[in-house]
């Protein structure tokens, strides 16, 4: 393992942090630990945070910014700065994930990638908290993967899958940067290849609680477990109009969230007077409306007409789903 010399610096770095959809989502039972077995597609969108990675020699020295937020932990050499006083916290995923990753290669090998340096990370949030995006998480595995290779440490996806648990259910979804089919708690994932298609978020003007909706009473937790049969991953690769047009797939939140929150519930009923199909993703607030191939100009034409017909109250985003290897923060071994 060819690790980063006390000297050297690695070079300024910028990635981007791509959100998710769950395509759909079954509750199959609450184990012992508390915890829920699930069964979820993930794929994720192009709607993007940003980060960025710079070392400096330790010097003591401090970058202060007039809009920037300042999370600092005086006994680690990691600085995150965001424009977010709620963010910029110690408990942050991305301050979490790049502390991980050090006292990991601390414990494994006696070597601190940051003995000599002092490592600044900005966060730049574009995806909306609380909305069923994975965000954070997203957030969590870029830090993962791009320092995995600034710090050259060359660690394998087998390796960095059980320290993404760690932080969270979601963060080994994005460490396979592919459409992942999930069991478990999440953390159980088989890679698939699926058609990009285009979508319509709709964003409402609320955040919702991931552990409220999941404790609540009258979440279905006995959704059978479904086989994707080899046909139907066929199918995938080229629409996923499959998804949309059986009730076998669904989201197990929906009905519990749209009870709790009107705004949400609205978004339904107002979907259902343009006859389209709409989907929550994770535990929401956001809601997709997919809208076909991005290869098809129909598909375009239904995501603009639905954004000028939506009503004032929310936001209209219009993404396209990513393929396996479309978007690649970083190199790792498989």
Same mark, same amino acid.
């Given at each position: 393992?060819?690790?980063?010399?006390?000297? +050297?610096? #690695?070079?300024?770095?910028?990635?981007?942090?791509?959100?998710?959809?769950?395509?759909?989502?079954?509750?199959?039972?609450?184990?012992?630990? @508390?915890?829920?077995?699930?069964?979820?597609?993930?794929?994720?969108?192009?709607?993007?945070? @940003?980060?960025?990675?710079? &070392?400096? +020699?330790?010097?003591?020295?401090?970058?202060?910014?007039?809009?920037?937020?300042? +999370?600092?932990?005086?006994?680690? #050499?990691?600085?995150?700065?965001?424009?977010?006083?709620?963010?910029?916290?110690?408990?942050?995923?991305?301050?979490? %994930?790049?502390?991980?990753?050090?006292?990991?290669?601390?414990?494994?090998?006696?070597?601190?990638?940051?003995?000599?340096?002092?490592?600044?990370?900005?966060?730049?949030?574009?995806?909306?908290?609380?909305?069923?995006?994975?965000?954070?998480?997203?957030? +969590?595995?870029?830090?993962?993967?791009?320092?995995?290779?600034?710090?050259?440490? %060359?660690?394998?996806?087998?390796?960095?899958? #059980?320290?993404?648990?760690?932080?969270?259910?979601?963060?080994?979804?994005?460490?396979?940067?592919?459409?992942?089919?999930?069991?478990?708690?999440?953390?159980?994932?088989?890679?698939?290849?699926?058609?990009?298609?285009?979508?319509?978020?709709?964003?409402?003007?609320?955040?919702?609680?991931?552990?409220?909706?999941? @404790?609540?009473?009258?979440?279905?937790?006995?959704?059978?477990?479904?086989?994707? %049969?080899?046909?139907?991953?066929?199918?995938?690769?080229?629409?996923?109009?499959?998804?949309?047009?059986?009730?076998?797939?669904?989201?197990?939140?929906?009905?519990?969230?749209? =009870?709790?929150?009107?705004?949400?519930?609205? =978004?339904?009923?107002?979907?259902?007077?343009? $006859?389209?199909?709409?989907?929550?993703?994770?535990?929401?607030?956001?809601?997709?409306?997919?809208?076909?191939?991005?290869?098809?100009?129909? $598909?375009?034409?239904?995501?603009?007409?639905?954004?000028?017909?939506?009503?004032?109250?929310?936001? @209209?985003?219009?993404?396209?789903?990513?393929?396996?290897?479309? &978007?690649?923060?970083?190199?790792?071994?498989?």
């Amino acid at each position: 393992m060819a690790t980063l010399s006390p000297s +050297a610096l #690695p070079p300024a770095t910028t990635v981007h942090a791509p959100a998710k959809l769950n395509l759909f989502l079954h509750i199959n039972g609450r184990r012992e630990d @508390g915890y829920h077995e699930l069964q979820s597609l993930f794929q994720a969108v192009d709607l993007y945070d @940003g980060l960025s990675f710079i &070392h400096t +020699a330790r010097t003591g020295d401090r970058r202060e910014h007039q809009a920037i937020q300042m +999370a600092i932990d005086p006994l680690s #050499p990691i600085r995150l700065s965001t424009e977010s006083s709620e963010q910029a916290n110690t408990d942050n995923l991305v301050f979490r %994930a790049a502390e991980l990753l050090r006292q990991w290669q601390i414990t494994t090998t006696g070597v601190d990638p940051l003995a000599d340096k002092t490592l600044h990370i900005t966060l730049t949030k574009v995806i909306p908290v609380g909305a069923g995006l994975g965000g954070g998480s997203s957030d +969590a595995a870029s830090t993962l993967l791009t320092l995995n290779q600034l710090w050259r440490l %060359a660690l394998p996806l087998k390796t960095l899958l #059980p320290l993404g648990l760690q932080l969270g259910a979601d963060v080994p979804f994005f460490l396979y940067q592919s459409p992942c089919l999930a069991d478990g708690v999440g953390e159980e994932l088989m890679p698939l290849q699926l058609a990009s298609e285009r979508f319509l978020l709709i964003h409402p003007a609320c955040h919702i609680s991931t552990p409220a909706i999941f @404790g609540h009473q009258a979440l279905t937790r006995d959704t059978p477990k479904r086989k994707i %049969a080899p046909a139907l991953r066929d199918e995938l690769t080229a629409s996923l109009s499959p998804l949309w047009n059986s009730k076998v797939f669904g989201n197990d939140c929906e009905s519990v969230v749209r =009870i709790q929150y009107p705004e949400v519930d609205y =978004i339904f009923d107002w979907a259902a007077t343009e $006859s389209q199909t709409c989907r929550l993703t994770g535990t929401g607030s956001t809601v997709f409306i997919p809208c076909g191939p991005v290869a098809s100009p129909e $598909s375009a034409e239904l995501a603009n007409r639905l954004v000028q017909r939506l009503p004032s109250a929310y936001v @209209g985003q219009v993404v396209i789903g990513l393929t396996a290897g479309s &978007h690649k923060v970083g190199t790792v071994l498989e």
